[in-house]
């Protein structure tokens, strides 16, 4: 018998450290090259970590929740050394495309078994509860549901083994979990409207949004007044990204408001188009396809500013990696659709709705959040008229919609009630002059206007 230890990988995004969201094996547990050990939350997502051993699970050596550094041991595999179970050698991890990393052997002596959690093929394989965990995992175990679906249910502090499963397989899905969490009064409005999806009626100016749950704080003593978050994961990188951003680009803010009522009448003509049957349409479409005609317009809204060896530069970029703000249970993504000036409307359409259900499921990878050039946030849907966002680093603009509402405008001389919205932009001074960037949101609210002038 020998014992190997799986060191924190690097699963190649400049990775330095890493949370342990969930365990997906207990000691004592019969795991096979490649079946899943662990829930990994980095700065940009969830990854699952395979095993590189085959052999049984000795000891889990961090704790559920804990952060720890690229190369920390976090989990001991004993492997059999008949013919039936070769031993794996021993100073091997594994990234998560497959590539061999070294690691320090060790003997696993004075570790201490701190938790672990369970998922619902690898219950199938435990051969014992572990005691001392024993009492964190009773109500889940057996309980199937995805690793996204279980972090949504800590952060609500709901038990998967009383939410009652609807899914095909018997596995408990995201409606379970918000149904059982409202029912039981645990967290009101989970249900965030998503990005993009700007309904047809109006929406009262101040009524407050629905929200993306944030982390479910332990229950505080009587008396207290305040709670504590701890700043990591996602929240810890957007915190460095913003103030690196905010600090290092001189921004400057314009916006102007648009009578986008020919936009929502094409917006419900393409719903009801067979071509666009199977879509999910809205506003942000129009959006979407406006700012990539814009940028055509003008392609220093799409440049980075470069602090290089032999002085700075400006990168104007001759393609859009379109970025879609998105608020997720995890927190603020920003996954882009990559050459996006090369779809059409159906195939954008298809794209900001593949990009949707992936950042809502907790799957955005780290490679679709990367190398955005220009990006839009959709405050409307949180009933918000106009912002002055933040650019993301290594960007040079950012447009923001405001929510689409009815309001009494001025038509051939007279007042009429016409779809209103406020388009707003952000943007590098650095890189862009004030005409450039006025000339960008008048191109864009040109076509928020007129949206006919795009289809192809």
């Given at each position: 018998?020998?014992?190997?230890?799986?060191?924190?990988?690097?699963?190649?995004?400049?990775?330095?450290?890493?949370?342990?969201?969930?365990?997906?094996?207990?000691?004592?547990?019969?795991?096979?090259?490649?079946?899943v050990?662990?829930?990994?939350?980095?700065?940009?997502?969830?990854?699952?970590?395979?095993?590189?051993?085959?052999?049984?699970?000795?000891?889990?050596?961090?704790?559920?929740?804990?952060?720890?550094?690229?190369?920390?041991?976090?989990?001991?595999?004993?492997?059999?050394?008949?013919?039936?179970?070769?031993?794996?050698?021993?100073?091997?991890?594994?990234?998560?495309?497959g590539?061999?990393?070294?690691?320090p052997?060790?003997?696993?002596?004075?570790?201490?078994?701190?938790?672990?959690?369970t998922?619902?093929?690898?219950?199938?394989?435990?051969?014992?509860?572990?005691?001392?965990?024993?009492?964190?995992?009773?109500?889940?175990?057996?309980?199937?549901?995805?690793?996204?679906?279980?972090?949504?249910?800590?952060?609500?502090?709901?038990?998967?083994?009383?939410?009652?499963?609807?899914?095909?397989?018997?596995?408990?899905?995201?409606?379970?979990?918000?149904?059982?969490?409202?029912?039981?009064?645990?967290?009101?409005?989970?249900?965030?409207?998503?990005?993009?999806?700007?309904?047809?009626?109006?929406i009262?100016?101040?009524?407050?949004p629905?929200?993306?749950?944030?982390?479910?704080?332990?229950?505080?003593?009587?008396?207290?007044?305040?709670?504590?978050?701890?700043?990591?994961?996602?929240?810890k990188?957007?915190?460095?990204?913003?103030?690196?951003?905010?600090?290092?680009?001189p921004?400057?803010?314009v916006?102007?408001?648009?009578?986008?009522?020919?936009?929502?009448?094409?917006?419900?003509?393409?719903?009801?188009?067979?071509?666009?049957?199977?879509?999910?349409?809205?506003?942000?479409?129009?959006?979407?396809?406006a700012?990539?005609?814009?940028?055509?317009?003008?392609?220093?809204?799409?440049?980075?500013?470069?602090?290089?060896?032999?002085?700075?530069?400006?990168?104007?970029?001759?393609?859009?990696?379109?970025?879609?703000?998105?608020?997720?249970?995890?927190?603020?993504?920003?996954?882009?659709?990559?050459?996006?000036?090369?779809?059409?409307?159906?195939e954008?359409?298809?794209?900001?709705?593949?990009?949707?259900?992936?950042?809502?499921?907790?799957?955005?990878?780290?490679?679709?959040?990367?190398?955005?050039?220009?990006?839009?946030?959709?405050?409307?849907?949180?009933?918000?008229?106009?912002?002055?966002?933040?650019?993301?680093?290594?960007?040079?603009?950012?447009?923001?919609?405001?929510?689409?509402?009815?309001?009494?405008?001025?038509?051939?001389?007279e007042?009429?009630?016409?779809?209103?919205t406020?388009?707003?932009?952000?943007?590098?001074?650095?890189?862009?002059?004030?005409?450039?960037?006025?000339?960008?949101i008048?191109?864009v609210?040109?076509?928020?206007e007129?949206?006919?002038?795009?289809?192809?």
């Open positions: 018998m020998s014992t190997q230890t799986f060191v924190l990988p690097d699963v190649g995004e400049g990775l330095t450290e890493a949370e342990i969201v969930s365990w997906r094996v207990g000691p004592g547990d019969t795991v096979a090259v490649n079946d050990l662990v829930e990994i939350e980095t700065a940009k997502s969830l990854v699952e970590l395979p095993s590189p051993f085959a052999g049984t699970v000795g000891e889990l050596l961090v704790a559920e929740g804990d952060t720890v550094d690229v190369g920390a041991p976090i989990i001991t595999v004993t492997a059999a050394t008949d013919a039936a179970s070769p031993a794996a050698p021993a100073t091997v991890g594994q990234s998560e495309h590539a061999p990393i070294e690691a052997a060790a003997e696993g002596e004075g570790a201490v078994l701190v938790g672990y959690g998922g619902g093929q690898v219950q199938s394989r435990r051969k014992k509860p572990a005691p001392s965990a024993r009492e964190r995992v009773a109500s889940s175990v057996g309980v199937i549901a995805k690793p996204p679906i279980r972090k949504l249910a800590r952060d609500l502090g709901v038990d998967l083994g009383a939410v009652a499963a609807s899914g095909p397989a018997g596995e408990v899905t995201r409606e379970d979990v918000v149904k059982h969490a409202s029912q039981a009064s645990v967290f009101r409005n989970i249900e965030t409207p998503a990005w993009g999806d700007v309904r047809e009626e109006s009262p100016a101040r009524t407050a629905a929200s993306v749950p944030a982390p479910a704080a332990a229950p505080a003593p009587a008396g207290d007044r305040e709670e504590t978050i701890a700043v990591k994961g996602v929240r990188a957007t915190s460095s990204a913003m103030v690196q951003s905010a600090y290092s680009a921004h400057v803010s916006w102007t408001d648009v009578d986008a009522t020919r936009t929502m009448e094409l917006v419900k003509r393409l719903k009801a188009s067979p071509d666009f049957a199977d879509i999910k349409v809205s506003p942000l479409l129009i959006m979407a396809r700012v990539i005609w814009a940028v055509q317009r003008t392609p220093m809204v799409n440049a980075a500013w470069v602090d290089g060896e032999n002085g700075a530069e400006i990168r104007v970029r001759r393609f859009v990696n379109l970025g879609i703000a998105a608020a997720t249970p995890r927190g603020l993504l920003v996954p882009n659709v990559k050459d996006a000036q090369d779809l059409s409307l159906r954008l359409a298809r794209a900001l709705e593949k990009l949707t259900l992936t950042a809502r499921e907790g799957k955005t990878s780290p490679a679709d959040q990367q190398n955005g050039t220009i990006t839009i946030t959709n405050i409307g849907v949180f009933g918000m008229d106009a912002g002055t966002p933040i650019i993301n680093p290594g960007e040079s603009g950012i447009v923001a919609l405001g929510t689409i509402r009815q309001k009494p405008w001025v038509v051939d001389g007042v009429r009630p016409r779809w209103v406020t388009v707003a932009g952000s943007f590098d001074h650095r890189v862009i002059d004030g005409d450039g960037m006025s000339r960008f008048a191109d609210a040109s076509i928020l007129e949206p006919a002038l795009l289809l192809d």
